[in-house]
Antibody, heavy 125, light 108 residues
Framework: QVQLVQSGAEVKKPGASVKLSCKAS????????MHWVRQAPGQGLEWMGL????????VYAQTLQGRVTMTRDTSTSTDYMEMSSLRSDDTAVYYC??????????????????WGQGTLVTVAS | SSELTQDPAVSVALGQTVRITCQGD??????ASWYQQKPGQAPILVMY???SRPSGIPDRFSGSRSGNTASLTITGAQAEDEADYYC???????????FGGGTKLTVL
C-alpha cells in the first residue's frame, strides 16, 4: 500500500539544524511532488513547501525562506527536509504528504494523501 | 498571499447535519481539499476536488463549492466524527498552498 514513513523525534537547541526524512513506498516515487506541513502544539496546520518529482525544483513558504531546504534521493525513495537556525517556535510536529491533483469541470484541485505519521521536533535550551 | 477562513468551532447533535465552511479568494479558482485530524494523529483526507471521497470515508461526508466558499457537510453526524477539520487550497498568486485555521467539531 502507499505509505510514507518518517524519521524519529528530535530534540535540538536553539540555533541548531535538523534534517528529517520521509521514506515513500507503494507507488512510483518519481511521479509525484511531496509537500511538507508542520503543526505547532495546539495550533493549526502550516504549509512549508514542496519538492518536484525529480527533486530539481522546490518552493518554500515565504515565512521559512532561507531556513528550509527540501531534497530528494530518488535511489531510496526518500525525501528530506532540513531546517536551520532553529528557534523555540519551530517546535512542532512535521509531516510529509504526497501531492495529488485533478482537473474537473475546468477547475484544478490538489490534495495531500497519504500523510506520514509525523516527526516531533522540540527546540529547547 | 491568499487566506482561508474557517469558523473556529462548530457543534452538532448526534445524527444531525452540520456544514463546515471555508472562505477565500483562491476558492473561486481552485477546489478545496478537507482533512480530519483527531488528537495525537496525523490528518487524513476526507474530501477533495469537486465532491470526491477517498475510499474508506463514509458517504455521510460530502463537499460543495459556491463562489469563494467551500463546504464540507456531514449528514447524520456520528460520535467518531468529532475532530478538527482543515481546508486547503492552492494560493491564487503563487505556487504555494494554504490551510484554513481549522474548525473544531463537537458532536453533542
Amino acid at each position: 500500500q502507499v505509505q510514507l514513513v518518517q524519521s524519529g523525534a528530535e530534540v535540538k537547541k536553539p540555533g541548531a539544524s535538523v534534517k528529517l526524512s520521509c521514506k515513500a513506498s507503494g507507488y512510483t516515487f518519481t511521479s509525484y511532488y511531496m509537500h511538507w506541513v508542520r503543526q505547532a502544539p495546539g495550533q493549526g496546520l502550516e504549509w512549508m513547501g514542496l519538492i518536484s518529482p525529480s527533486g530539481d525544483s522546490t518552493v518554500y513558504a515565504q515565512t521559512l525562506q532561507g531556513r528550509v531546504t527540501m531534497t530528494r534521493d530518488t535511489s531510496t525513495s526518500t525525501d528530506y527536509m532540513e531546517m536551520s537556525s532553529l528557534r523555540s517556535d519551530d517546535t512542532a510536529v512535521y509531516y510529509c504528504a504526497r501531492d495529488n491533483s485533478v482537473s474537473a469541470d475546468g477547475t484544478m484541485g490538489w490534495w495531500f494523501d497519504p500523510w506520514g505519521q509525523g516527526t516531533l521536533v522540540t527546540v529547547a535550551s | 498571499s491568499s487566506e482561508l477562513t474557517q469558523d473556529p468551532a462548530v457543534s452538532v447533535a448526534l445524527g444531525q447535519t452540520v456544514r463546515i465552511t471555508c472562505q477565500g479568494d483562491s476558492l473561486r479558482s481552485y477546489y478545496a481539499s478537507w482533512y480530519q485530524q483527531k488528537p495525537g494523529q496525523a490528518p487524513i483526507l476526507v474530501m477533495y476536488a469537486k465532491n470526491s471521497r477517498p475510499s474508506g470515508i463514509p458517504d455521510r461526508f460530502s463537499g460543495s463549492r459556491s463562489g469563494n466558499t467551500a463546504s464540507l457537510t456531514i449528514t447524520g453526524a456520528q460520535a467518531e466524527d468529532e475532530a478538527d477539520y482543515y481546508c486547503n487550497s492552492r494560493d491564487n498568486s503563487a505556487n504555494h498552498w494554504v490551510f484554513g485555521g481549522g474548525t473544531k467539531l463537537t458532536v453533542l
